[in-house]
């Protein structure tokens, strides 16, 4: 199967957070179809995994799907920022803990049929708690979770986001084996 093409692009709505687009695109056989194109800058995301294997993580509600879950301190990276400082940067703003050094998890497309919002995870194998949150608006409680109860969340739904799932349960694997 041949890709398809992008023949172009006209904005349809834009502010500082997003743009997004309508596609002109090509199939292949030659149909066209409009399709939509949401285009948003890379996303950092961040966690702290403790000697106790439990990683630091968000208890929030999210309007917009109308569902409470656990999720990682994450943020959009400003102009050419290095999604490492990011991450730290909004793992500290979001749960009073200053992260040691951060390492690079992975990087996926949590929408890739429709958005190019690219996440970088990133973790660290330490904290040091610096004060209450900057950001405490971001969840009604911060917490440490074992690593073993990720499935078990999971598959409750109360670890909802792409970016969430992927990261812990890499995680959950990499140091539980």
């Given at each position: 199967?041949s890709?398809?093409?992008?023949l172009?692009?006209r904005t349809?709505?834009?502010?500082r957070?997003v743009?997004?687009?309508?596609?002109?695109?090509?199939?292949?056989g030659?149909?066209?179809?409009?399709?939509?194109?949401?285009?948003?800058r890379p996303?950092?995301?961040?966690?702290?995994?403790?000697?106790?294997?439990?990683?630091l993580?968000?208890w929030?509600?999210?309007?917009?799907?109308?569902a409470?879950?656990?999720?990682?301190?994450?943020?959009?990276?400003?102009?050419?920022?290095d999604p490492?400082?990011a991450?730290?940067?909004?793992?500290?703003e979001?749960?009073?803990?200053?992260?040691?050094p951060?390492?690079?998890l992975?990087?996926?497309?949590p929408?890739?049929?429709i958005s190019t919002s690219?996440?970088h995870?990133y973790?660290?194998e330490?904290?040091?708690l610096?004060?209450h949150?900057?950001d405490?608006?971001?969840?009604?409680?911060?917490?440490?979770?074992?690593?073993?109860?990720v499935p078990e969340?999971?598959?409750r739904?109360?670890?909802?986001?792409?970016?969430?799932?992927a990261?812990?349960?890499?995680?959950?694997y990499l140091?539980?084996?």
């Amino acid at each position: 199967m041949s890709e398809w093409q992008n023949l172009g692009e006209r904005t349809v709505y834009e502010n500082r957070w997003v743009t997004v687009n309508m596609a002109d695109v090509q199939l292949p056989g030659g149909r066209h179809l409009d399709h939509t194109v949401i285009r948003l800058r890379p996303v950092a995301v961040a966690t702290v995994v403790n000697d106790d294997n439990e990683a630091l993580l968000l208890w929030r509600h999210r309007f917009i799907t109308g569902a409470w879950g656990w999720e990682l301190p994450s943020g959009g990276t400003g102009e050419g920022e290095d999604p490492a400082v990011a991450a730290a940067r909004e793992f500290e703003e979001e749960t009073g803990w200053r992260p040691g050094p951060m390492r690079h998890l992975m990087s996926l497309d949590p929408q890739a049929g429709i958005s190019t919002s690219r996440h970088h995870v990133y973790w660290a194998e330490s904290a040091e708690l610096v004060g209450h949150p900057e950001d405490d608006f971001e969840s009604a409680r911060r917490e440490w979770v074992p690593l073993k109860r990720v499935p078990e969340l999971v598959a409750r739904g109360e670890i909802r986001s792409a970016n969430a799932v992927a990261a812990l349960l890499m995680l959950r694997y990499l140091r539980l084996g």
